[in-house]
């Protein structure tokens, strides 16, 4: 018996059926939990903090830059929590902007996207694998190619991947739980004994005025620098919404899982930051590389450090495991509608998982890492830093037009009077999107700085190509399917979860009917 729905793609017309992730097998705390991973604390931390404390960053002031981070992060999300109330679908951004800007831009704008959640698992996984490489050989005094551990952890992540995502979701909930505890321990224990040589520093470090200075106390190039890394840190908080299919009652759990992932994300990067900034004291400026490994060595001893080490692989794992899943529902999202190929949008008749979208994300992922094996390039100079350089540009910008989204659904097209407002539906996501717009400024002003010794690559003189390539590609298909295929072109970005999501009203576009894979 085929373990696959009976159902492909969704019909050109009439009221024929779609597949459908398997309903109800995640709650708040997985949805949390699974945005919180993509996020990555453990990696934010101990990847991005050092640089935005550093003197080519914001110095003292990088948990004020965190603060500022969070500000504009939770006013993105009150817009994009409204939408998503009235929005069901696996496609997240894709959906949002189709309904809110119409097909042609929601066509560019889930092209850049799933182009950032295809490669933001093999970026995570070249930190993963370079970390495990040198903890295998600093603690076992063996030497095992990181690449190896790269098709290690893609094997894994393919596995969970083609399950039920509530067996993905125990498995990243004991990650995270075990690298927050470590990140809140050290924390703790910093601020019981008084801060570092120079006290708590709560006037330098928690300003907010501190966050958009660099170290030098001027507004330039290293204020923008380490703006960058502080929203880079958020990348992925998002992926609350591309879960509501699979959630129970989605119109509830997704707006509290991004609010809860956003604002509780940004308190405990804010915290974490002061403390450790605080345990270096001024001279963190100078030298940020001993930020984490110092206070936990002098307040735990050498057994904690080990042991953070450890949880730097099990978080990187967990992020990469979580990307996995969040390319895998794009290419399923877009795979349903009847793109690139129609059996990207079927799921396993047992799991209800999209395993064909999982399948082909683990291909792409194998494709990415063979390709930086054979030239020869460094996992983390290289395929972290330029994938992750790649995805989050993309991310940046999709998130600026969601913002608009919001205000064109709302406001433009009149959808929903009822829960339009004055400021959760057209101030904030103006604010955000404006703010959104700046952040996107910082990347590629920053850009040389970000990727540092990668940027003499040809891969990175390639990433603006890119990105704009996607963005036009994408334009060009949805005028193409509008002319040549308008039965198509009226799904794009139409398929949503009509008992938990909402009709679309067009009268072009027929009624879609959900069905339970379990029993097709």
Not at 29 to 58: R, Y
Not at 98 to 122: C, D, K, N, T
Not at 343 to 365: D, M
Not at 375 to 402: E, F, K, N, R
Request: proline share 4%.
């Amino acid at each position: 018996m085929s373990t696959e729905s009976s159902t492909a793609a969704p019909p050109a017309s009439g009221s024929g059926e779609v597949n459908r992730l398997k309903a109800n097998s995640v709650g708040l705390v997985g949805v949390v939990f699974m945005a919180i991973a993509t996020a990555a604390p453990i990696t934010a931390m101990t990847g991005n903090l050092p640089v935005i404390a550093g003197k080519q960053g914001n110095g003292l002031g990088a948990p004020a830059a965190y603060i500022v981070a969070t500000v504009v992060l939770t006013i993105f999300s009150v817009g994009y929590v409204t939408m998503a109330k009235h929005i069901t679908a696996a496609g997240a951004f894709y959906g949002f902007i189709s309904h809110g800007l119409g097909r042609i831009v929601g066509m560019a704008a889930g092209l850049l996207a799933v182009m950032a959640y295809v490669v933001f698992e093999a970026s995570i996984l070249g930190f993963f694998a370079k970390n495990l490489h040198d903890l295998v050989q600093d603690q076992f005094n063996t030497d095992i190619h990181w690449g190896v551990w790269a098709f290690v952890g893609v094997a894994i992540i393919a596995c969970l991947g083609y399950f039920d995502i509530h067996l993905t979701a125990k498995v990243l909930g004991i990650a995270l739980v075990l690298e927050i505890s470590i990140l809140a321990l050290v924390s703790l224990a910093v601020m019981f004994t008084g801060g570092g040589p120079d006290g708590y520093l709560a006037g330098e470090a928690l300003n907010p005025i501190h966050g958009i200075e660099g170290a030098d106390g001027t507004v330039g190039a290293a204020a923008g620098f380490g703006l960058f890394f502080a929203f880079w840190s958020w990348v992925g908080f998002e992926s609350t919404a591309m879960y509501g299919e699979e959630s129970r009652d989605p119109k509830r759990v997704v707006p509290r899982a991004t609010l809860i992932s956003v604002v509780g994300v940004g308190l405990f990067y804010v915290f974490v930051s002061w403390m450790m900034v605080s345990a270096q004291g001024r001279g963190v400026v100078e030298d940020s590389s001993g930020l984490f490994f110092d206070p936990l060595g002098d307040h735990f001893g050498g057994w904690a450090v080990k042991v953070f080490r450890w949880l730097i692989v099990t978080g990187s794992f967990a992020c990469a495991m979580a990307f996995h899943q969040c390319a895998a529902r794009y290419l399923y999202a877009i795979g349903r509608e009847g793109f690139i190929h129609p059996s990207l949008g079927k799921t396993h008749r047992t799991h209800g998982s999209p395993h064909i979208a999982s399948i082909v994300q683990t291909v792409i992922t194998v494709l990415i890492v063979t390709g930086f094996l054979l030239a020869d390039m460094d996992p983390v100079v290289h395929m972290y830093g330029l994938l992750a350089l790649l995805g989050t540009g993309a991310i940046l910008i999709v998130q600026t037009l969601c913002s608009f989204a919001a205000v064109g659904y709302f406001h433009v097209q009149g959808k929903h009077p009822e829960t339009k407002h004055w400021f959760k539906t057209l101030v904030a996501p103006v604010v955000a999107g404006v703010a959104m717009i700046g952040v996107v400024g910082l990347l590629f002003y920053n850009f040389e700085s970000a990727a540092g010794d990668a940027a003499n690559t040809l891969l990175f003189d390639l990433i603006p190509w890119i990105l704009g390539l996607l963005f036009v590609g994408g334009i060009a298909l949805a005028l193409y399917m509008k002319a040549n295929s308008p039965d198509a072109y009226e799904r794009m970005g139409r398929i949503i979860l009509e008992d938990a999501g909402e009709r679309d009203q067009a009268p072009a576009i027929p009624a879609q009917t959900a069905t339970d894979p379990a029993r097709t």
